[in-house]
């Protein structure tokens, strides 16, 4: 282990100031990961899982987001099993995130303005089970939080917010063709977004506070 006196001022100084501050609630990401910028992950399920992975990704702070399938009965599902079965899973993806430029309170504020959460019966133009939307929650810190951006949502909507929240269980990789597609397929991608009113739906819904591309 190293010895205080091996530490830098600095150093010294970054850690007591995080010991003052440990335990502080809020937005701000804390001290601790402003210092390790340890990794986390947060699991969403928002309709297609191109659209949310292209969604994420572009948010600072997110190192990537992969497709694939929460909340399910079943091991390893594929496409069609998830599609046409009856697994159970969610189209959702996984983002990886670093707290300390980004925190989960605005990964959940984000992910909500950028799908209809008032729709139970999927999203968009893609209706059936696989296709609604949850957030997936791993501790009570953050069922907490998307409890309360859930009422947000509504409280701004006007309307009850089906979107649930569950507890975090497996989350299974999608088949490699599925990851990135937003980027391998470009033109195709932009046709099916564009004609699945994805976007128009969003601005219908949030106005201003939508990220949808005008």
Known sequence: MT???????AAILALVAS???????????GPQAEMTGEMRTA???????WCVEADFEKLDGVKEAVSGYAGGVIANPTYEQ??????????????????????????????????????????????GSSYRTAIFAETL??????????????EQLGEQVVTAVVDRGPFYLAEDYHQDYYKKNRLKYSIYRTGCRRDARVRQLWGDDSGAPH
Do not use: N, W
Not at 3 to 9: E, F, P
Not at 88 to 101: F, M, N, R
Not at 112 to 126: E, T, V
């Open 141 to 154: 810190d953050e069922r907490l939080i998307a409890l309360d951006e859930k009422e947000k949502a509504s």
């Open 43 to 49: 699991v969403f399920a928002g309709g297609c899982f």
């Open 3 to 9: 010895s205080m006196r091996s530490l830098s001022l």
């Open 82 to 127: 998830v599609t046409y079965g009856d697994t159970g899973h969610l189209e959702s993806v996984e983002v990886a995130y670093d707290p300390s430029v980004i925190t989960y309170r605005q990964l959940v504020h984000f992910f909500f303005r950028h799908i209809d959460p008032l729709d139970p019966d999927g999203q968009f133009c893609d209706k």
């Open 19 to 29: 010991l003052a501050l440990a335990g502080a609630s809020g937005d701000a990401p």
